[in-house]
């Protein structure tokens, strides 16, 4: 059952930011199906989950775009901007590493989109390298410096790449991972998502070590919600798997279906 907060404030951006950052809450997870166009962030919220979050993978696939920033950042603000529009409850975007723009640029043309938070991840989506953490942490410092200007409050989900990358041994990725949380933390993150850690004791690990809220990644559901409760976790979300899920049961049972003259809706 999902406990959804009155929105008495839908339409005041900074409560929409203070409502989605109250909700990272240690061993009460944020749980976020993670959406791709207006129609599923309706669906969402009609679910009764207090927050909309979009995958960049799944955002791209509606776009007509491969994920990695290849889908031009004018769509993909337009298409949160529309998500926006289309739901009372605070809506985070998968930004990527921001598109390529200037911290300055990033926050004016983010904001303009009424959404209440972002992810900014610290690879390079081009080549796959771990940006230099102090670089990171400048990047964020400098994109949260540029939305107080400007008089907005953005959520920023700092994402963590290390286990993603594969970069040096299990315990290395864990130290470097536990490293940069507290950088970009330090340097005005919210929230830290490790990408791609999934072992138990390593997500328990990461709760105690990182001085803030983690987001994980649902998986494939050999952990449930309630397991990553148990480990300290604040914030869980599906990425692209939800949207993939639904687009294979399209193509593999109701367009064959179709195209094999039988009833779709038998499928």
């Known amino acids: ?52 979050a979009t995958s960049s993978a799944a955002t791209a696939a509606v776009l ?3 994920d990695g920033e290849r889908a031009p950042v004018r769509e993909v603000l337009d298409a949160a901007a529309r998500i926006v529009r289309a739901v009372h409850v605070p809506v985070t975007v998968d930004f990527e590493r921001g ?11 983010f ?14 989506p081009s080549t796959g390298q771990l940006i230099d953490a102090a670089a990171q942490a400048d990047f964020l410092a400098a994109v949260r410096e540029a939305a107080t200007s400007l008089g907005v409050d953005l959520v920023v989900n700092a994402r963590t790449d290390a286990f993603l990358r594969r970069a040096g ?30 072992d138990p004791d390593v997500i328990r690990a990461l709760a105690r070590g990182i001085p803030g809220p983690i987001n994980v990644g649902y998986g494939q559901g050999k952990l449930l919600v309630a397991d990553y409760a148990a480990l300290g976790v604040a914030r869980v979300s599906f990425g692209p798997a939800l949207q993939r899920h639904l687009y294979t049961t399209f193509g593999s ?6 195209a094999a003259g039988e009833n779709p809706f038998l499928s």
């Open 1 to 52: 059952m999902i406990d959804a907060p009155t929105m008495t404030t839908a339409d005041d951006p900074s409560s929409r930011a203070a409502l989605l950052r109250s909700l990272h809450v240690p061993g009460k997870p944020l749980v976020l199906p993670n959406v791709w166009d207006a129609a599923s962030a309706r669906m969402a919220e009609a679910a009764g989950f207090p927050v909309v």
């Open 111 to 124: 904001a303009a989109t009424g959404a209440a938070g972002l992810n900014l991840e610290d690879s390079d």
């Open 99 to 109: 598109y390529g723009l200037a911290p300055a640029e990033l926050a004016e043309r």
């Open 64 to 66: 007509g775009h491969e």
């Open 253 to 258: 049972a109701l367009f064959a279906a179709v």
């Open 169 to 198: 041994s299990p315990e290395d990725r864990l130290a470097a991972t536990i490293d940069r949380a507290g950088r970009y933390l330090a340097a005005g993150a919210d929230c830290v998502y490790p990408i791609a850690a999934s």
